[in-house]
């Protein structure tokens, strides 16, 4: 009988025809609504998807996303090694979770955690997940001492600056009202000045960001600690602060050491940070970590008798692939502290470089130089200029394949439209001084053949 099935897969394959671009399949577009009727020759399906995927963008000139798109061999090594392990199950694979269990420890140290032994964590899907699960330790802590005081606890609140859609998922899957600090065109960030105009004794947290995806900027974290601190010393109210890090998390231990962000500040209970970005790990994983274990309520972990083992879980996700936390705990050993300096310093060096070369250009006027946030530089138009449009731009350096972010700033500034270009390792000065090239010659380009202009629908753009 088994005889029998591998004679007709071999007569399935085609075996016979030597050339991959000859093969049955090969003879008509690949399926797109149905499973086709037979199995096919293993090399033929990938050379044909592989070549589909030429129509993808290349993601090394994707200087939109904060995403890591360069790893060393050593990286995807381990990652195929790893490809088979649910990191869930940490019966069957206990040295993977002890992988994690020594990220969550590092983790901890890098932001400055009190107490070593006491802290708390788990890796995630993304920061996304793991702002969620932030939140969610954050909305239950707060209706536990609502209700131990009798109070009600049917509306929380959250309070954040310009934020990345997470958090707007967040308050809408989890039922928290989002209280979103109007962007200023001082500082582009929430400031401590306006926070007593938002909290109230429904707030479960105050969120600052360190670096503002629109901008690279971070918020002043120290600065909004110490308003909340002035605000309890008048109402009572003891407001907590997670730190959405997703990716300054990665960047301002080790270039502004000086900046208190993270748990040195005692009103930091949790913060989250994505390993995906400048963590340097392929996607996806992201970090979360309590300062203290009573900070995650006991409510919200799980204890599940599965796959063979007693584990306890705080996941929105269950099962998970392994390989990106033995990733994480590659860069950590491989890199130490001196290496993720040198690279995260490479890349604010190469994008202080090109915001230079751009303040030079009469056509833009800077908002952010690369200097005290993330790795990257954000502008926009100067008034006078009229031939064209950042979605324009945007167009036109696409066609030599160069992805960069344009779009409105949030409400009270959204009718100002900005660039941001980020650097991330592997994107050297020498391909910021190609892409400056091609800046040039699509502004010079505009200047022959003007566009409409500025006033362009963004929604059209999105």
Not at 14 to 27: L, Q
Not at 82 to 91: A, E, L, Q, R, V
Not at 311 to 331: D, E, H, K, V
Request: proline letters at 5%.
């Amino acid at each position: 009988m088994g005889l029998h099935k591998s004679n007709k897969a071999k007569d399935t394959y085609n075996d016979n025809d030597d050339e991959i671009y000859t093969d049955n399949i090969t003879r008509k577009p690949l399926p797109k609504h149905a499973l086709p009727s037979q199995a096919s020759h293993p090399e033929s399906v990938y050379n044909l998807i592989k070549d589909e995927l030429l129509l993808d963008g290349n993601s090394r000139q994707n200087l939109a996303t904060f995403c890591t798109t360069w790893t060393e061999s050593e990286v995807q090594n381990l990652m195929i090694d790893s490809f088979d392990k649910n990191m869930i199950d940490k019966d069957e694979y206990p040295q993977t979770a002890e992988i994690e269990s020594r990220c969550v420890n590092m983790l901890a140290n890098l932001w400055n955690a009190n107490d070593a032994n006491d802290v708390i964590g788990c890796s995630t899907t993304g920061s996304s997940e793991a702002a969620m699960l932030g939140g969610l330790a954050l909305k239950w802590q707060w209706r536990k001492k609502r209700q131990a005081q009798n109070k009600d606890s049917a509306k929380p609140n959250i309070v954040v600056g310009p934020v990345q859609i997470c958090w707007k998922k967040f308050a809408r899957y989890f039922d928290v009202e989002l209280r979103e600090v109007p962007i200023n065109a001082d500082t582009y960030s929430m400031r401590g000045c306006d926070i007593e105009h938002y909290v109230d004794e429904n707030t479960i947290a105050v969120v600052p960001t360190l670096g503002v995806t629109f901008t690279g900027m971070y918020e002043p974290v120290e600065e909004i600690s110490k308003a909340l601190d002035d605000i309890q010393a008048k109402t009572g109210l003891d407001i907590p602060i997670h730190i959405d890090a997703a990716s300054g998390g990665f960047i301002a231990p080790f270039l502004s050491p000086e900046l208190k962000w993270d748990f040195r500040l005692p009103r930091v209970k949790s913060i989250n940070a994505s390993g995906h970005k400048y963590g340097l790990c392929p996607l996806g994983v992201g970090w979360v970590v309590w300062a203290n274990s009573a900070d995650l309520p006991e409510e919200l972990i799980f204890n599940v008798d599965y796959l063979g083992g007693h584990m306890p879980t705080f996941a929105l996700n269950f099962s998970r692939p392994g390989g990106q936390i033995i990733a994480q705990y590659y860069n950590f050993v491989r890199y130490g502290f001196e290496g993720f300096k040198h690279i995260q310093q490479q890349c604010c060096d190469t994008a202080t470089w090109l915001a230079e070369k751009l303040a030079a250009l009469p056509e833009f006027e800077l908002i952010y130089d690369g200097q005290g946030g993330l790795p990257c530089v954000s502008y926009k138009l100067a008034d006078n200029v009229n031939d064209f449009n950042l979605y324009d731009l945007s167009d036109r350096v696409r066609m030599r394949g160069w992805q960069i972010a344009s779009y409105p700033l949030p409400k009270h500034l959204d009718d100002t439209v900005i660039q941001r270009i980020l650097f991330r390792h592997g994107v050297s000065i020498d391909m910021a001084s190609i892409l400056l090239d091609d800046i040039k010659a699509a502004i010079a380009y505009f200047k022959k053949h003007p566009t409409s202009g500025k006033q362009v629908s963004p929604s059209y753009h999105h």
